[in-house]
């Protein structure tokens, strides 16, 4: 089981960026999948999750409305869809899954983890 986070760069406040975690090894259609961030000096922290304990999407309060999680089954990966990325976003992003459906968004909950994509948001 392995994920890999991609997308990552540099993008100007407002503008966009897509992020994608790929999965092989499984078959992440109805996988707990969730996008986390870690800033430096800071801890890491769930910005958005799916599937999880609660079937509704999870959003970070300071992401709602600009951030959307999906699933691309065609691509075995979930997208991580940045609109309007503020300075704030910056951070190093992870994707992680756990074969126990996780009852939260949080990084205790998760335990497979792949290799952060560095998100950069400057003008």
């Known amino acids: 089981v392995q994920l890999q986070a991609s997308g990552g760069g540099l993008v100007q406040p407002g503008g966009s960026l897509r992020l994608s975690c790929a999965a092989s090894?499984?078959?992440?259609?109805?996988?707990?999948i969730g996008w986390f961030r870690q800033a430096p000096g800071k801890e890491r922290e769930g910005v958005s999750c799916?599937?999880?304990?609660?079937?509704?999407?999870y959003y970070l309060d300071s992401v709602k409305g600009r951030f959307t999680i999906s699933r691309d089954n065609a691509k075995n990966a979930v997208i991580l869809q940045m609109n309007s990325p503020k300075p704030e976003d910056t951070a190093v992003y992870y994707c992680?899954?756990?074969?126990?459906?996780?009852?939260?968004?949080?990084?205790?909950?998760?335990?497979?983890w792949g290799r952060g994509t560095q998100v950069t948001v400057s003008s």
């Open positions: 799916i599937n999880f304990g609660d079937n509704s999407p």
């Open positions: 090894g499984f078959i992440l259609d109805s996988s707990a």
């Open positions: 992680a899954t756990d074969v126990v459906t996780p009852r939260s968004c949080t990084v205790d909950e998760f335990n497979t």
